[in-house]
């Protein structure tokens, strides 16, 4: 099993930067397509953006394409996720996991605030 560990969110106003990290324990990290996901008050967990094991491929949600990029290290077993030209429409709990099922635990995710 991989335990995850979100950090880096914060408060930021509108077209400035954040950098999350995700660290996971667990031998297997590195064999994993792993991804962020995000939560907003009142939606459902919606899908940011995703890596391969390898860091070779990534894909993006349409809606941060061009803003957002993931990638991992995966000797040190983090996954990060760079936010650009950040939105108010990007304020919601970020959580990493598996990019696909069966999904890790969820961790308690990392809070980003965009004000406008």
């Known amino acids: 099993q991989v335990q995850l560990v979100e950090s880096g969110g914060g408060l930021v106003q509108a077209g400035g930067s954040l950098r999350l990290s995700c660290a996971a324990s667990?031998?297997?990290?590195?064999?994993?397509?792993m991804g962020w996901f995000r939560q907003a008050p009142g939606k459902e967990r919606e899908f940011v953006a995703a890596i391969s094991w390898s860091g070779g491929n990534t894909n993006y949600a349409d809606s941060v394409k061009g803003r957002f990029t993931i990638s991992r290290d995966n000797v040190k077993a983090i996954v990060y996720l760079q936010m650009n030209s950040l939105k108010p429409e990007d304020t919601a709990v970020y959580y990493c996991?598996?990019?696909?099922?069966?999904?890790?635990?969820w961790g308690q995710g990392t809070q980003v605030t965009v004000s406008s």
């Open positions: 996991n598996a990019a696909r099922g069966p999904f890790f635990s």
């Open positions: 667990g031998r297997t990290f590195s064999s994993y397509a």
